[in-house]
């Protein structure tokens, strides 16, 4: 391919990006494939208990960045990555349900609150298996407060909703979150 200019030192994968770019776009159309059997849409309510608990000897989350300044407030910019237990009520010793998984980023400049991407799961009963998946800001210090949910897995198939949640326990740095769940699915 005389036309790509390449450095005698330039490496090879600089080399391949190139030439895929350069390769023509000719026509291996995406064949029409088998449509999912859906079913009639419903809605779904689910009540449960997130527990964030980061004292323990075994934490359920841990800070994996946080940005090289000070001149930051709310340790905007730290990173996260939690996998919380969630229960039935609000007790620890109450029947496990699921895990929330998440990877959440401090966001707010002028207040605390983060971002973050987090799936929850279920272990147990109907929705075994299932998840949904929330992708939503969360201005963590208000005690009301709305997650947007954007889709789902298993009985959650197509998902959208919303969770309203309020801060149950707060004894630094350990929540527990309680989840009140409007869930439109297939
Ligand atoms: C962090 O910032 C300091 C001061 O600005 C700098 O000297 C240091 O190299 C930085 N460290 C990293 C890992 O970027
Ligand atoms: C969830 O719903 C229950 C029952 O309606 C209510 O008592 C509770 O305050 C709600 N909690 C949240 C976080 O919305």
Same mark, same amino acid.
């Given at each position: 391919?005389?036309?790509?200019?390449?450095?005698?030192?330039?490496?090879?994968?600089?080399?391949?990006?190139?030439?895929?770019?350069?390769? @023509?776009?000719? !026509?291996? $159309?995406? +064949?029409?494939?088998?449509?999912?059997? #859906?079913? *009639?849409?419903? /809605?779904?309510?689910?009540?449960?208990?997130?527990?964030?608990?980061?004292?323990?000897?075994?934490?359920?989350?841990?800070?994996?960045?946080?940005?090289?300044?000070?001149?930051?407030?709310?340790?905007?910019?730290?990173?996260?990555?939690?996998?919380?237990?969630?229960?039935?009520?609000?007790?620890?010793?109450? @029947?496990?349900? !699921?895990? $929330?998984? +998440?990877?959440?980023?401090?966001?707010? #400049?002028? *207040?605390?609150? /983060?971002?973050?991407?987090?799936?929850?799961?279920?272990?147990?009963?109907?929705?075994?298996?299932?998840?949904?998946?929330?992708?939503?800001?969360?201005?963590?210090?208000?005690?009301?407060?709305?997650?947007?949910?954007?889709?789902?897995?298993?009985?959650?198939?197509?998902?959208?909703?919303?969770?309203?949640?309020?801060?149950?326990?707060?004894?630094?740095?350990?929540?527990?979150?309680?989840?009140?769940?409007?869930?439109?699915?297939?």
């Amino acid at each position: 391919m005389a036309w790509v200019a390449v450095r005698p030192d330039a490496s090879l994968a600089a080399v391949l990006v190139i030439i895929l770019f350069l390769m @023509p776009a000719e !026509g291996h $159309a995406v +064949r029409a494939g088998r449509a999912l059997k #859906l079913g *009639k849409e419903k /809605v779904t309510y689910l009540h449960f208990f997130l527990h964030d608990t980061v004292s323990d000897k075994n934490p359920t989350a841990v800070q994996v960045a946080s940005p090289n300044s000070t001149r930051f407030p709310f340790g905007f910019g730290s990173v996260f990555v939690v996998d919380d237990v969630l229960t039935e009520a609000v007790e620890r010793s109450s @029947p496990v349900v !699921g895990n $929330a998984q +998440r990877i959440e980023v401090l966001t707010g #400049l002028d *207040k605390f609150s /983060v971002v973050m991407t987090m799936d929850v799961a279920f272990t147990t009963g109907k929705y075994k298996g299932s998840s949904f998946s929330v992708m939503s800001r969360n201005p963590i210090t208000e005690m009301g407060r709305e997650l947007a949910v954007i889709g789902g897995r298993g009985k959650f198939r197509l998902a959208r909703g919303v969770a309203q949640i309020t801060t149950r326990l707060f004894k630094f740095p350990d929540t527990i979150i309680e989840y009140n769940v409007t869930l439109f699915h297939y």
